[in-house]
């Protein structure tokens, strides 16, 4: 084959591959002695070379393999989740490259230079480079299935949570390899096997409305948390009778002690001792949050203090009427008779504290 040929046949194929059907291209190529096909090692890529020697080029042949049409807008939901979309394919560089600015992976503009790679491009660099280069890339052509594992491993080593895709027996070490490994309906038996998931309908919008699915769920799970911690800290404290914490602080008060450690101790129990934050797939609150579920546990003890002084104040007083002697008026120095001092000096600086950190309620709720 002349180089004159060769690039007629190459521009054919990039047309093919880079156009607006962005076809799947296939060179057929006919052997006049053939390798007998017992003594074929598949499972050696590095020998293929040794198959695909004296060809002779017959023909390409262009197939039409659009993506779903559902596909682009959930490469958009995935964006706003946060969730980076990496394409791994078998395919012609060009054709991935066209197919990812075709479903929004890559835009119309933007230079793939450091974003897309090909399996080969991709072994040519130092593992120094390898590493920085899964953290831009966004596509991946031209690859065989080792190189999937490689870039789990490398997108790990970022602590990455990732999840990987595939059909085939030598998929199954990328997918058991990966956080969450997903087998499609049409795939082998050993990858369904190795995988935590299964595509029924081998549809990627799938994925991604059962990740919005269990990031709802999550959420509620995180918001039930906080609102029963926020709750039990107030609820705790009114085991108090009517004695306000001012006049009877928690050292002084053992069953009130007591209930605190308990109901907490649970809490902390689930969230930060091993394995039960697995077991009810929940993670710990981190410090912004613990702060927020105090801002709003507060509000609750403070509710609480205002009816224990209408109680004490107002409710028992109409009782007592007719020992008008016994009383001593709810003047200013009445009400603060018998109030704890140092526990004073210890919340207020705390309630302050707790009230000047900078945090925001909606994203307690929404993170």
């Not at 990627?204 to 769920?217: D, L």
């Not at 689930?270 to 797939?281: A, K, M, R, S, T």
């Not at 002084?309 to 008026?329: D, Q, V």
Request: aromatic fraction near 8%; proline fraction near 4%; include cysteine.
């Amino acid at each position: 084959m002349t180089p004159g040929i060769k690039e007629k046949i190459m521009s054919v194929i990039r047309e093919y591959g880079t156009g607006r059907d962005t076809l799947r291209c296939l060179a057929l190529a006919t052997r006049d002695n053939p390798v007998n096909k017992d003594n074929l090692v598949l499972e050696d890529s590095s020998r293929f070379v040794e198959y695909e020697t004296d060809l002779t080029f017959v023909g390409c042949v262009g197939m039409l393999d659009p993506p779903r049409a559902e596909v682009a807008a959930s490469i958009r939901l995935c964006r706003l989740a946060g969730i980076r979309v990496i394409m791994i394919t078998g395919d012609n560089k060009g054709t991935a490259v066209a197919i990812c600015r075709r479903i929004g992976i890559f835009g119309e503009e933007d230079d793939v230079s450091s974003m897309a790679f090909t399996g080969r491009e991709f072994d040519d660099l130092s593992p120094a480079a390898q590493r920085d280069a899964v953290v831009k890339a966004r596509c991946f052509a031209r690859v065989e299935p080792a190189h999937k594992s490689k870039i789990v491993e490398y997108l790990q080593s970022y602590d990455e949570i990732t999840a990987m895709t595939g059909d085939g027996v030598n998929d199954a070490p990328a997918l058991k390899k990966a956080e969450i490994g997903i087998a499609m309906g049409s795939g082998t038996a050993v990858a369904k096997t190795a995988s935590e998931m299964v595509l029924a309908d081998d549809n990627f919008s799938t994925i991604v409305a059962a990740v919005e699915e269990g990031r709802a769920i999550y959420n509620n799970m995180k918001q039930f948390i906080r609102y029963l911690i926020s709750s039990n800290v107030g609820e705790v404290v009114c085991v108090s009778e009517n004695q306000s914490l001012l006049r009877m602080p928690p050292w002084e008060n053992v069953w009130l002690l007591g209930a605190i450690c308990l109901s907490m101790s649970l809490h902390f129990l689930i969230l930060y001792v091993e394995p039960l934050p697995i077991i009810f797939q929940i993670t710990p609150l981190n410090l912004t949050q613990w702060i927020m579920v105090l801002k709003i546990s507060l509000p609750v003890i403070l509710l609480d203090e205002l009816l224990k002084f209408a109680a004490r104040n107002y409710l028992e007083r109409c009782r007592e009427l007719e020992k008008p002697s016994s009383s001593k008026g709810c003047s200013l120095f009445a009400c603060m008779e018998g109030i704890s001092w140092p526990f004073v000096a210890i919340s207020l600086p705390l309630v302050l504290w707790i009230y000047s950190s900078d945090t925001n309620l909606a994203d307690m709720f929404m993170s």
